[in-house]
C-alpha cells in the first residue's frame, strides 16, 4: 500500500463516520468514532465524536499500522 493510495481511499471516505484504533505501543491502544475532515500532503484531520477533540495522523501510521481505520 501506498501512500497515494491512501490518500485515495481516505479521499472517497471524505465526511463519513470512522472508527480508528491507534495502537501506541507497549499494549496501549486508543479508539475513536469520528468523522474525517480533512487531507493535507502528509496529514490527514478526524474531528472526534462526542467531545469536538481534532486529531491528526499521518499516511505512514496507516502503511506502518500504527493505526487501523474502519469504514462504517
Known sequence: MTVT???????????????????LGR???EEYEGTIKSLYNHIFL?????NNEIKSFSYTDVITRTICIFYE
Open 27 to 29: 499494549n496501549r491502544i
Open 46 to 50: 478526524v474531528e472526534v465524536i462526542g
Open 5 to 23: 493510495q491512501i490518500k485515495n481511499d481516505l479521499l472517497e471516505h471524505l465526511g463519513e463516520e470512522v472508527y480508528i484504533k491507534y495502537h
